[in-house]
């Protein structure tokens, strides 16, 4: 098997991303607790989880709060793998960020360390606090994205007032940039089908720009004939959606439930400091 | 079919950019009913003028009347436009250009909401629709996670739901697996014997062949209609086939049968086929 070149590497990451993409609607298809919540509730209810997240200082609060998401995870049938990688994956770039705070902020010495340095208890905690606000924000945030399916994510936010030609774009990128995708690695692949030698990095930068210059073209082509698309069905200009439905009695119940427990978390932990 | 004229297209030219030529002074008429096919090989003006009749194009001359009115101005006036548009559907050639919404339901229910109708009545139109053309479980995929014809029927789905009297085709069977293709020429059939009115646009005879009541050649060099007729008469015309670039002299098909000898030579030649 040839070793992959960068430009092969980076195309079969984002082969990779849509085949995530795809996993994602598979997973918000299942029936778990949060899947059968009504996506407005869910936006309220998460978001206001990511601002308790971020207000809460002490530990044991914080501890409970992430417990909490990760049990709405687990309820939500989002398998273990994707939980841990949550819990331990992301966080790290968080800690690398934050590592100096360790030594960096004044406080009673934890731990001694070479050259004169050490980390210090009141710095340990602040990492601590900071890893803890990033992971519970990371687990509200993906509650919402890893059960909802994209298109009544875009609802929501629709039924938010967020401008339709915004949430339009944002739509129409989402659904176009798959297109394009697949031309990406057509040409990839038809490149790669008449390849007879190892190409060099110059080679592979020249093939990379030209092939990005048919993208564009084909990305032009295709927008223009996406207008006449829905000019043809009576597109004029004025985005419309058929309006929302009004809220299920277990919306409501998950909306009172999801408020009244993240703000008790948020009441303890006033209450502690 | 009856006489009443659904379009009318006297002397209708189009070019792209004002140089590259797509149609050249074109007669054509058009009758309520009818399954009129537009033969040609690629580039000879076939899609351009799908456009045109749905008032996408403006044509760069030529004067163009639906319904008894003057539409040749459809692209440049959007009250124009909307009317046309509520009684002509266009299918695209390329099914990801028409599914734009994030959800199948989304794109059903597309074109009803631009014509205002009320949220019930397009709930209804949507789920009946899907139902016609047996999609009712793709409704909440996504365009990316459609086949091929799954695509296809989609596309249709969109158009059909606002219920038009003409429906525009644009190569409706290419890339096709047999059984979807052979779904959709039942699909269409079905729709001219209800009294749709069907254009469509292809290089495939045996499509032509199965769906035309009446056929209209295109010419690659003219850009315009070299021969019309009914399907028994255009597609037992080896010679014009020949000419139009329909079928190739060494490969080609009679009735049920292909003829085909692949061979070396240096000059060209004739045959008879008996």
């Known amino acids: 098997m040839p070793r992959r070149n960068f430009v092969e590497k980076t195309l079969l990451d984002l082969a990779g991303a849509v085949e995530h993409s795809v996993y994602a609607e598979e997973l918000a298809r299942r029936s778990g607790l949060l899947q059968r919540i009504d996506p407005r509730v869910k936006v309220v209810v998460l978001g206001f989880a990511i601002l308790v997240a971020a207000s809460l200082r002490s530990w044991p609060t914080q501890v409970a709060l992430l417990t909490l998401l990760v049990v709405l995870l ?42 004169g340095l050490s980390v210090t208890t009141t710095g340990a905690w602040s990492v601590l606090t900071l890893l803890l606000r990033v992971t519970a924000s990371l687990a509200a945030a993906s509650a919402l994205v890893l059960t909802t399916r994209w298109a009544d994510l875009l609802a929501a936010l629709r039924a938010f007032r967020v401008p339709l030609v915004f949430v339009l774009v944002l739509a129409m990128a989402y659904r176009y940039v798959f297109v394009l995708l697949e031309l990406l690695q057509d040409l990839l692949l038809a490149r790669r089908s008449r390849l007879l030698r190892r190409d060099e990095n110059t080679e592979q930068r020249r093939w990379l720009s030209s092939a990005l210059g048919v993208l564009f073209q084909r990305s032009l082509r295709t927008s223009e004939q996406v207008y006449l698309a829905m000019a043809a069905r009576g597109y004029r200009g004025e985005p419309r959606t058929l309006r929302n439905p009004s809220l299920a009695e277990t919306d409501w119940l998950a909306l009172s439930l999801g408020s009244a427990a993240f703000a008790a978390l948020w009441l303890v932990d006033l209450a502690r400091l | ?204 005879l045996d499509l032509a062949a199965a769906l035309a009541s009446r056929i209209v050649v295109f010419g690659e060099r003219e850009h315009r209609p070299i ?39 240096d000059a060209e030649h004739q045959h008879e086929h008996s």
Do not use: C
């Open chain 2, 1 to 204: 079919m009856n006489d009443t004229t659904v379009f009318e297209l006297s002397g209708v030219s189009y070019s792209y950019h004002n140089r590259i030529v797509a149609l050249r002074d074109v007669d054509l008429t058009i009758r309520a009913g009818e399954a009129l096919v537009i033969l040609g090989p690629n580039g000879s003006g076939k899609s351009t003028l799908l456009k045109i009749l749905d008032g996408l194009y403006r044509p760069t001359s030529g004067r163009l009347v639906a319904f008894g009115h003057d539409i040749t101005a459809a692209a440049d006036d959007p009250e124009l436009g909307y009317w046309l548009h509520q009684r002509v559907g266009l299918v695209f050639q390329e099914p990801d250009v028409q599914l734009f919404s994030p959800t199948v339901f989304d794109d059903v229910a597309f074109g009803p909401l631009q014509l205002g109708w009320p949220s019930e009545r397009i709930r209804q139109a949507v789920a009946t629709t899907l139902d016609e053309l047996g999609i009712t479980h793709l409704a909440d995929r996504a365009p990316f996670e459609l086949s091929g014809g799954e695509k296809k029927r989609v596309a249709l789905a969109t158009v059909l739901v606002m219920d038009p009297e003409v429906i525009l085709l644009d190569e409706p069977t290419a890339n096709l697996d047999p059984r979807s293709r052979a779904q959709l020429i039942e699909l269409l059939a079905e729709l001219h014997r209800r009294g749709r009115t069907l254009v469509i646009a292809t290089h495939e």
């Open chain 1, 74 to 115: 687990v309820a939500s049938r989002i398998p273990p793998g994707a939980i841990a990688r949550l819990l331990f994956g992301l966080p790290l770039f968080t800690l690398v960020v934050a590592a100096p705070a360790l030594i960096l902020v004044p406080g009673p010495e934890l731990l001694r360390l070479p050259f």
């Open chain 2, 227 to 265: 021969a019309e007729g009914p399907p028994d008469r255009i597609l037992t015309d080896q010679k014009l086939l020949i000419a139009a670039n329909l079928v190739h002299e060494h490969l080609h098909w009679h009735g049920p049968i292909v003829h085909s000898h692949l061979h070396w030579h």
